[in-house]
C-alpha cells in the first residue's frame, strides 16, 4: 500500500484514481487510527466484554461503548436505548409488562428500553447477535455474554493495557442525551463524574462523540482542552437535524455542518468531525464509489481531524467494486481492505471498523 505519513497517504495506482484528483492535505498526522466499532462486532456480538477483547487482540487503537442510562442511573454499553434487538429480554416473562411503545429522536418505536430496568434486572439478561443472518457464528454464542456497564468496561481496558504494554484508547458515544435529559436520566453528569474517578481514563486517550451539539459543547466548557482527551461531532448529512436542535426549534442541519462555514463553527467546541464513508466518497448509482468529495480537505483547513464510520467486512456492506461471488452475507477481508484503502487516500485521519484486523491490515504494505 502507500506510505502512510505525517502528510496523509502518498497514494498511487488505483487509490489516486479513485481519489478523482482531490489534493492530499498538509495536516500532519502521526498514525492513522483504527476504532473497534462496538468491539469487533463483526466477530462478536456488539458491545460485550468478549467483543472488545476481539478488537483489542486485533490491534484496534480505540475501542467504543455506545453509553445509555439505567432507571438506577448507571451507564451501561448499548448502541442504543431499545434492547429488543441487542438481548434476550423477550424470552424473560417476567418483563413482558415492560414492553412498550416510546419516541426517541422523533422515532416511534417499540420494544423495552434501558431506562425501565435498574442495572440488577439488566443483569438477568444476556447479548444476542443483532444480525443474524449476515452473523450467524456471532448468533451461536447468543446468552453467553452480559450488557457491561462502562465502569465495567473502563476497567477491562485499563487491565489489557497493563497485560499487552500498550495504551488502550476509549472512543464512547453519549447516545440520546436531549431524550436522556428530558426522562431525568442526563449523560453528561455521569460521564464527567466517571472521567474524575478514573485513573485511566485521566491518562489514556479518549475521544467523546456525539450526534449531539450541546452535549459536547457543554463537555468542552466544563473540560477545556485535556492532552488525553478529544470530542468528536458524528454528523449524518443525509439525515437532516441533529435531535437536540430540532428540540430547541433552532440551529444547524448536519449537511450545514459539513460546509466549510459549518465546520469553522464545529471547531470552536470539537476536534473531530466523524461522517459516515459515503459522505467522503458517494456511492454512484451503479453503486460503485464516485468521486470524493472535498470534506476531508475543508475539514483539516478548519482545524478538525477527520474519522469516518464504518468499514464492514460483508458484500452487502461493500461498494459494488469490492464484492466478490461469495453472496451478500459472506465475508470478504480482501474486498473490505481495499474499500479501505481507497478511503485512506482522501487523508482520513482515522476510521471505525466491525473488524480491527482487517483495518489494521489496510494500514500494511
Excluded at 502521526?30 to 456480538?45: D, I, M, Q
Excluded at 460485550?48 to 487482540?57: R, V
Excluded at 474519522?307 to 461469495?326: C, I, K, M, Q
Aim: net charge negative; charged share 25%; with cysteine.
Amino acid at each position: 500500500m502507500a506510505e502512510v505519513t505525517r502528510r496523509g497517504v502518498l497514494a498511487g495506482g488505483a487509490a489516486a484514481a479513485l481519489a478523482g484528483g482531490i489534493a492530499y492535505t498538509e495536516t500532519p498526522r502521526e498514525k492513522v487510527l483504527v476504532f473497534g466499532h462496538r468491539g469487533a462486532p463483526a466477530l462478536r456480538p456488539e458491545h460485550t466484554l468478549a467483543s472488545y477483547a476481539k478488537a483489542i487482540d486485533d490491534g484496534a487503537d480505540y475501542i467504543e461503548p455506545d453509553l445509555c442510562c439505567t432507571q438506577d442511573g448507571v451507564l451501561i454499553a448499548r448502541h442504543e436505548n431499545n434492547i429488543a434487538g441487542t438481548t434476550d429480554v423477550a424470552k424473560h416473562p417476567e418483563f413482558a409488562d415492560r414492553r412498550t411503545e416510546k419516541t426517541v429522536d422523533g422515532q416511534k418505536q417499540a420494544g423495552w428500553f434501558v431506562e425501565d430496568f435498574t442495572l440488577a434486572e439488566l443483569k438477568r439478561l444476556k447479548a444476542i447477535e443483532r444480525l443474524p443472518q449476515i452473523r450467524p457464528a456471532n448468533a451461536t454464542m447468543d446468552g453467553q455474554f452480559d450488557v457491561p456497564t462502562w465502569a465495567e468496561i473502563v476497567d477491562f481496558t485499563a487491565a489489557e493495557a497493563a497485560t499487552r504494554g500498550r495504551t488502550i484508547g476509549l472512543v464512547p458515544e453519549l447516545k440520546h442525551s436531549t431524550y436522556f435529559r428530558g426522562i431525568g436520566l442526563p449523560l453528561e453528569d455521569r460521564f464527567l463524574a466517571s472521567l474524575a474517578a478514573s485513573p485511566y481514563l485521566r491518562r489514556a486517550p479518549v475521544e467523546v462523540q456525539s450526534f449531539e451539539i450541546a452535549n459536547l459543547r457543554l463537555l468542552r466548557a466544563r473540560l477545556g482542552r485535556p492532552a488525553n482527551l478529544r470530542l468528536m461531532q458524528l454528523v449524518e448529512p443525509a439525515a437532516g437535524k441533529p435531535a437536540d436542535v430540532v428540540a430547541a426549534g433552532s440551529g444547524p442541519s448536519f449537511a450545514e455542518m459539513v460546509t466549510p462555514a459549518g465546520l469553522a463553527e464545529v471547531a470552536h467546541y470539537a476536534d473531530v468531525i466523524a461522517p459516515p464513508t459515503r459522505a467522503i466518497i458517494p456511492l454512484g448509482a451503479d453503486g460503485r464509489l464516485g468521486r470524493p468529495t472535498p470534506l476531508v480537505a475543508d475539514a483539516h483547513r478548519a482545524g478538525l481531524l477527520v474519522h469516518v464510520w464504518t468499514f464492514r467486512p460483508e458484500n452487502s456492506f461493500l461498494a459494488a467494486d469490492f464484492r466478490d461471488g461469495g453472496g451478500p452475507a459472506a465475508r470478504n477481508p480482501a474486498g473490505s481492505i481495499r474499500e479501505i484503502r481507497a478511503y485512506l487516500a482522501t487523508g482520513i485521519d482515522g476510521f471505525f471498523t466491525d473488524d480491527p484486523a482487517i483495518g489494521r491490515s489496510a494500514l500494511l504494505d
